[in-house]
T-cell receptor
Framework: SQTIHQWPATLVQPVGSPLSLECTVE??????LYWYRQAAGRGLQLLFY??????ISSEVPQNLSASRPQDRQFILSSKKLLLSDSGFYLC??????????FGSGTRLTVV | DQQVKQNSPSLSVQEGRISILNCDYTNSMFDYFLWYKKYPAEGPTFLISISSIKDKNEDGRFTVFLNKSAKHLSLHIVPSQPGDSAVYFCAASRNSNYQLIWGAGTKLIIKP
């Protein structure tokens, strides 16, 4: 069966520090991968999606970047965090079809 | 431009009664709709979906209704239970596009 792992679960980082959140999927190949953010009291905002290794599409220009070095690995990064980067970050995958499966999320607090 | 709208940020329902969550969309090309449930500090989990060729899909206490002419769908939960308290997201997609377009979510509170 397919599983998705996302870590860390919580993270407190100072302003200006770098960020790296990792997401891996098991039990499937060539999935579509997504990074979402849920800011406090708001809906889900799609940040990046990837349909294959090295293929990244950005939905919202911002202080973040994403990379897909391997088929089932998706990384969200920042060189210098801003206060506004605080939020709940979610990784998700989908097969070549319908429906997403989400990871458990990372609560990022930038202080 | 919000293509999927959930106009009620929150909804409070008595335990045992019916909860009705609404979702409107503007893009007539959407042909597949999903509902997700999200608890605080957790990822959303898939609840129920419906294809545009249907107008109703039922799974236990959960039923989704689709009105294509009104571009409206709703999620009914009967009877509502305390564990149903969560944020519910509506999402839509087109056949040729695997991306989901999300509503802003509705926070459902089930009162004992």
């Amino acid at each position: 069966s397919q599983t998705i792992h996302q870590w860390p679960a919580t993270l407190v980082q100072p302003v200006g520090s770098p960020l790296s959140l990792e997401c891996t999927v098991e039990g499937t190949s060539n999935p579509n991968l997504y990074w979402y953010r849920q800011a406090a009291g708001r809906g889900l905002q799609l940040l990046f999606y990837s349909v294959g290794i090295g293929q990244i599409s950005s939905e919202v220009p911002q202080n973040l970047s994403a990379s897909r070095p391997q088929d089932r690995q998706f990384i969200l990064s920042s060189k210098k965090l801003l206060l506004s980067d605080s939020g709940f970050y979610l990784c998700a995958w989908s097969p070549r079809g319908r429906g997403y499966t989400f990871g458990s999320g990372t609560r990022l607090t930038v202080v | 431009d919000q293509q999927v709208k959930q106009n009620s940020p929150s909804l409070s329902v008595q335990e045992g009664r019916i909860s009705i969550l609404n979702c409107d969309y503007t893009n007539s090309m959407f042909d597949y709709f999903l509902w997700y449930k999200k608890y605080p500090a957790e990822g959303p989990t898939f609840l129920i979906s419906i294809s545009s060729i249907k107008d109703k899909n039922e799974d236990g206490r959960f039923t989704v209704f689709l009105n294509k002419s009104a571009k409206h769908l709703s999620l009914h939960i009967v009877p509502s239970q305390p564990g149903d308290s969560a944020v519910y997201f509506c999402a839509a997609s087109r056949n040729s596009n695997y991306q989901l377009i999300w509503g802003a979510g509705t926070k459902l509170i089930i009162k004992p």
